[in-house]
């Protein structure tokens, strides 16, 4: 499991992934901070899990995110070939990254979870509103 509940990682730095976990039909990946091609290994784990673990789109939560850099958007966009994938809670600067590199098209964002399942036409899970 890739949240594990500690705050700092060995070098001090706060984890890159703040949760990961199914949702009705997607599987949600928080991520927070400054993801950097540095705290990238994480965020692949939390994926792999997720991919591994459901059929349904992967919805990123954003909102914990300062910055990121191209690792991360490579990411999103290799691991959208595999599955659909989403995003929401994502600040100005980063959804401004997504329209200046096109990406928008393919990683389409989202205000919140509740904005992401209607656009994505997916039922609300048992567990939330």
């Not at 959804?95 to 994505?120: F, K, M």
């Given at each position: 499991?890739?949240?594990?509940?500690?705050?700092?990682?060995?070098?001090?730095?706060?984890?890159?992934?703040s949760y990961t976990r199914p949702d009705g039909p997607v599987w949600v990946i928080g991520l927070r901070g400054d993801v950097e091609v540095d705290l990238l290994e994480e965020v692949e784990a939390a994926t792999q899990q997720a991919l591994d673990n459901s059929h349904g789109p992967l919805l990123f939560d954003l909102h914990e995110v300062g910055f990121c850099d191209s690792s991360l958007l490579n990411h999103l966009l290799l691991t959208s070939r595999r599955r659909q994938v989403a995003l929401f809670g994502a600040n100005a600067a980063l959804r401004r990254l997504l329209e200046v590199t096109g990406a928008?098209?393919?990683?389409?964002?989202?205000?919140?979870?509740?904005?992401?399942?209607s656009a994505l036409s997916l039922p609300p899970s048992p567990d939330r509103p």
């Amino acid at each position: 499991m890739v949240n594990s509940g500690h705050m700092f990682d060995d070098f001090g730095q706060a984890p890159s992934v703040s949760y990961t976990r199914p949702d009705g039909p997607v599987w949600v990946i928080g991520l927070r901070g400054d993801v950097e091609v540095d705290l990238l290994e994480e965020v692949e784990a939390a994926t792999q899990q997720a991919l591994d673990n459901s059929h349904g789109p992967l919805l990123f939560d954003l909102h914990e995110v300062g910055f990121c850099d191209s690792s991360l958007l490579n990411h999103l966009l290799l691991t959208s070939r595999r599955r659909q994938v989403a995003l929401f809670g994502a600040n100005a600067a980063l959804r401004r990254l997504l329209e200046v590199t096109g990406a928008a098209g393919i990683l389409p964002a989202y205000a919140d979870l509740g904005a992401a399942r209607s656009a994505l036409s997916l039922p609300p899970s048992p567990d939330r509103p």
